[in-house]
């Protein structure tokens, strides 16, 4: 499976092609809705959110409700188009009239001044247009189609906020999956303990209030996935690797945890992995998963926990200093509208991204071109580690 996306923040949409997806599974437009939705929700959000009503529509590789093994496009429409036309149509512009809207002054932490030198923008509305994270709307509904293949093979995926500018949630180890998936999908800041949600509000709101922006760290759990998805044998088939570089790619993120992570650096080897046991119903397990279920670059069988490390967003209110490209004069960067954290909707990417790798690696260790096959070899599977 492979998965492009293409579109400007304020174009006229977002366009995602899904390949690779087997024929023959069932898929509907409110699989992705649904998704769509939970990404545009989260406290701290800006004015652009009360905008946008994210809806995919599937415009080919679906067909009376089962994918048809070919691409599956989606199409999601950006309504603030329509206040951009101007400035976003593809005619061609009188030269003043451009001059007066060119974005000349980057913002410190963004892609501006970076992707102006690479591509040669002297208008860096060119750079921002794409950079911006309005893309991850385009890869929560690629991820939305993974996940709704991970979930008929009994493979279940939940994000939600794990901290937000150094406020953590209490120790959630005895949640379901269950559990899990509800708080993601209800709470507007989606931690999940109610008792720390009220003071990360306020921290956004003080943030805010103060013209700053706060980051977090958003929390991935997948379970059912069976033992020994991924590999040993080749580094970029390793399934942590693939995952952690993935969650990096996402708008502001900067660093990925398995289990215990970074602690890990901390502690004795005894305090560090998971010892092995064994029972006839469920085959080889482990008593505890310190090291997030994964070993060897493959899945243990254990759940999946990914945290990922979002920074503070870098479009500010109150202005840090930068430089004009056409003056070179030094200014002090002022924004009309912008995101103070984003992290809660962030976790709803991280769980679709997340989600797409993992589907990505199952089809390709269990290749089959029709769905109803792949659900057999994956059972067959679990079976035969069962009895290993
Ligand atoms: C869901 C989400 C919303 C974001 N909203 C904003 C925003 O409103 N303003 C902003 O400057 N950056 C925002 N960002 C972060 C930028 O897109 C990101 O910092 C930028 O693309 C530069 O990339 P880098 O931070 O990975 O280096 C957001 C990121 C995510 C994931
Ligand atoms: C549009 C989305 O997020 C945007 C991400 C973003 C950025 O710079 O990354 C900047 C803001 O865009 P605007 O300048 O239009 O307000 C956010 O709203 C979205 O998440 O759908």
Redesign the pocket.
Known sequence: MRYMTAGE??GKQMTTIVEGVPSNMPLLQEDINGSLVRRQKGHGR?K??QI?KDMAEITSGVRHGYTLGSPISLVIHND?FRHWVDIMGEDPVEDDKQLRRKVSRPRPG?ADLNGALKYGHRDMRNV?ERS???E??ARVAAGAVAKTLLKQLDIHIAGYVKEIAGITAEDDSSLTIADRQRISEDSPVRTLDENVEQPMKDAIDQAKKDGDSIGGVAEVYVEGLPAGIGSYVHYDRKLDGRIAGNVMSI?AFKGVEFGLGFEAARKHGSQVHDEITWSEEAGYYRKTNRLGGLEGGMSTGMPLIIKGVMKPIP?LYKPLQSIDIETKEAFNASIE???SCAVP?ASVVMEHVVAFEIAKAITEQFPHDQFPKLQKAINDYREEIRCF
């Open positions: 923040s304020h800006g652009r959110m946008e603030d963004h921002l911006s994270a309005r991850t709307a708008n479009t509208r912008s995101d909707a």
